[in-house]
């Protein structure tokens, strides 16, 4: 199964709006690689190559060429078009055309190969990639501090109910109509807790089902 497809499955339901668009961004990489396949074809692959591995390696190089994330923005392209092997360490070696900031509206990416051919097109996929990690991590993050705050509720009533037990189990100097009230309180906060994290709790995570 494709990945889009396999992320599609594994949907929350309720949460649908607050993925990654996928299906977008891989259109965008799609018209990136056509361009760069008009700008800048492939050499020819040796004729006693197989045709698997030609698709194969097309494709790789293709992938790793994409924004030049295997060259440094003060070096030459080849002539031929084929990618120098050394050149992939640049990743590693903090070289790589690409720099991402923290800023107060979350990471942003400064794409440095926006003057080479097709560049602009490949600032406008960066841009759309922040946009959409962003929104996912915002979302995330809200989600984080709900379940923070549904368990500090739960255990604030985890400590009244100790606190109760332990008086109905010694109820020296307790009348009823005070225990009554006690009970009734705790309920009511027992009812509205169980209801606020119901409501922030995916159905499908409440019934163990996968979709």
Same mark, same amino acid.
């Given at each position: 199964?494709?990945?889009?497809?396999?992320?599609?499955?594994?949907?929350?339901?309720?949460?649908?709006?607050?993925?990654?668009?996928?299906?977008?961004?891989?259109?965008?990489?799609?018209?990136?690689?056509?361009?760069?396949?008009?700008?800048?074809?492939?050499?020819?692959?040796?004729?006693?190559?197989?045709?698997?591995?030609?698709?194969?390696?097309?494709?790789?190089?293709?992938?790793?060429?994409?924004?030049?994330?295997?060259?440094?923005?003060?070096?030459?392209?080849?002539?031929?078009?084929?990618?120098?092997?050394?050149?992939?360490?640049?990743?590693?070696?903090?070289?790589?055309?690409?720099?991402?900031?923290?800023?107060?509206?979350?990471?942003?990416?400064?794409?440095?190969?926006?003057?080479?051919?097709?560049?602009?097109?490949?600032?406008?996929?960066?841009?759309?990639?922040?946009?959409?990690? =962003?929104?996912?991590?915002?979302?995330?993050?809200?989600?984080?501090?709900?379940?923070? =705050?549904?368990?500090?509720?739960?255990?604030?009533?985890?400590?009244?109910?100790?606190?109760?037990?332990?008086?109905?189990?010694?109820?020296?100097?307790?009348?009823?109509?005070?225990?009554?009230?006690?009970?009734?309180?705790?309920?009511?906060?027992?009812?509205?807790?169980?209801?606020?994290?119901?409501?922030?709790?995916?159905?499908?995570?409440?019934?163990?089902?996968?979709?």
């Amino acid at each position: 199964m494709k990945f889009g497809k396999e992320l599609s499955s594994q949907m929350v339901p309720e949460w649908q709006q607050a993925y990654m668009s996928y299906d977008y961004l891989k259109k965008l990489l799609k018209e990136i690689i056509k361009l760069k396949l008009r700008t800048n074809p492939p050499p020819h692959p040796p004729p006693h190559q197989a045709v698997s591995g030609k698709r194969l390696s097309r494709k790789m190089t293709l992938y790793r060429a994409f924004s030049g994330l295997v060259q440094t923005q003060g070096r030459k392209r080849q002539s031929s078009g084929q990618i120098n092997p050394s050149l992939e360490t640049d990743i590693e070696e903090g070289n790589a055309p690409i720099l991402v900031n923290k800023t107060s509206n979350g990471l942003e990416t400064m794409f440095l190969m926006t003057a080479e051919e097709g560049g602009e097109y490949e600032l406008i996929f960066f841009r759309r990639l922040d946009d959409e990690f =962003n929104r996912v991590e915002k979302f995330y993050k809200e989600k984080v501090e709900e379940v923070m =705050n549904d368990a500090i509720m739960l255990n604030k009533q985890m400590d009244a109910l100790i606190a109760f037990r332990i008086k109905v189990e010694n109820p020296v100097g307790w009348g009823w109509e005070e225990r009554t009230v006690e009970m009734t309180r705790l309920a009511s906060d027992v009812a509205t807790s169980t209801a606020a994290i119901a409501a922030s709790t995916p159905s499908k995570t409440r019934t163990g089902k996968i979709i």
